[in-house]
């Protein structure tokens, strides 16, 4: 993975919500798995399985270090996953707002303007 590419930011204009998010995934997978086809790069990026740890090899049991270390990895893990998730989840528009009440003087000052353009 070339380090140095990695703070690039995109800026894209999109028809919509869904255009948006498929371009962002295609171009975040195309710099993500760089060796790998996009298809498949597409599908290892938005894959919802979860990952399942391998197994250790045998061999001497892992230390106290070892384990603790693995717990802040899968903590910080899932973490960063809500994150991205957040991120992708596309905005939800305002809330519709109540159409506001007539005004009667606004109606009466424009009946008056259009009288007084016809010539009345």
């Known amino acids: 993975m070339e380090g140095q590419k990695m703070w690039h930011v995109k800026e894209v204009r999109a028809a919509n919500v869904r255009q948006a998010k498929r371009y962002a995934e295609r171009w975040c997978a195309a710099r993500l798995y760089p060796d790998l086809p996009l298809r498949e790069a597409v599908a290892r990026l938005t894959d919802n399985?979860?990952?399942q740890p391998v197994s250790p090899l045998p061999g001497l049991p892992?230390?106290?270090?070892?384990?603790?270390?693995a717990r802040r990895l899968a903590d910080a893990v899932?973490?960063?996953?809500?994150?991205?998730?957040?991120?992708?989840?596309?905005?939800?528009?305002?809330?519709?707002?109540?159409?506001?009440?007539?005004?009667?003087?606004?109606?009466?000052?424009?009946?008056?303007l259009r009288d007084l353009r016809r010539g009345v």
């Open 49 to 51: 399985t979860p990952i």
């Open 62 to 69: 892992p230390t106290r270090e070892q384990q603790q270390q």
């Open 78 to 112: 899932t973490k960063d996953l809500e994150r991205v998730k957040a991120a992708l989840e596309p905005i939800r528009p305002p809330a519709a707002t109540k159409p506001r009440a007539k005004d009667p003087q606004k109606a009466r000052v424009r009946a008056a």
